[in-house]
């Protein structure tokens, strides 16, 4: 009767393991409706597979592949590799996740400000965003740790007057001081109507602050250079400072 037992819970943990591994991917997408999660086209198993089209909260993925991972399930944690393409985009990035924390490695992303949920971006702005980002970690959906880079391509705005700003890119240290409250990274624009240089802060209290100097280049449009003029005074070098901040 003793080792009836052993062989009896072994057959049981490898019918469940047997179960978990070819449980098809539309019986666990299904369930996640409520969540924001609409899916269609899906194939493979919840392990390995592959949705056509993937929506989350408005935002359209496009077709999804992933690859989960077993072993960080037994402490708790989701770990999977995803790829999502788009005719206009991609994301590529290893996901781990916990109950109230997401940890990003490796992600790489080109995707138009379109792609984002309605009022995740001002109205009437397109542009492409590029994120190269050595590692991201949000708590309760806020930035707590980011190395890499953040990228904003060929703004152009507002929808009534639309004109070219130009691209920016935020420069996120792998290496930060340990003093700093949140994250904080290096603002510049990579070529526009605008010099930019200042600096990007996404403080612990979910308060967003950019600050630093801005001046117009020679060439930029005139009501571009009018608009400038009337931030503040300039320095000698004809910069002018500039501040936004907005608590989300």
């Known amino acids: 009767m ?17 179960g978990l591994a070819t449980l098809p991917a539309k019986v666990v997408l299904a369930r996640l409706g409520g969540y924001g999660v609409q899916a269609g086209g899906i194939t493979g198993s919840v392990w390995r597979g ?7 909260r408005g935002a359209n993925l ?7 991972h077993a072993l960080p399930l037994f402490i708790g944690r989701l770990s999977v590799d995803l790829r999502a393409t788009r005719s206009d985009g991609s994301v590529q990035a290893s996901l781990s996740a916990s109950p109230s924390r997401l940890r990003f490695a490796d992600l790489n992303a080109s995707l138009p400000l379109s792609a984002f949920p309605p009022g995740t971006i001002p109205g009437g702005w397109v542009g492409t965003l590029v994120l190269r980002l050595d590692k991201l970690e949000l708590a309760n959906g806020w930035p707590t740790t980011a190395s890499g880079t953040v990228e904003v391509i060929d703004v152009t705005g507002p929808a009534n007057k639309p004109t070219n700003m130009g691209r920016y890119k ?14 904080v990274g290096a603002l510049s ?6 010099e930019v240089s200042g600096t990007v802060h996404l403080k612990s209290d979910r308060t967003f602050l950019a600050d630093g100097l801005v001046k117009a280049r020679p060439d930029a449009p ?8 009337l931030i503040a005074s300039p320095d000698a070098e004809g910069r002018r400072p500039f501040s936004l901040e907005n608590h989300m």
């Open 2 to 18: 003793k080792r009836i037992w052993p062989l009896a819970t072994l057959g049981i943990v490898a019918f469940v393991a047997f």
């Open 50 to 56: 592959t949705a056509q089209v993937l929506q989350v």
């Open 62 to 68: 496009g077709r999804v592949t992933w690859n989960l």
């Open 170 to 183: 935020v420069t996120f240290p792998s290496d930060p001081p340990p003093t700093v409250d949140g994250v």
């Open 189 to 194: 624009d990579t070529g526009g109507p605008l």
């Open 222 to 229: 005139s009501d571009v250079a009018q608009s400038i003029q």
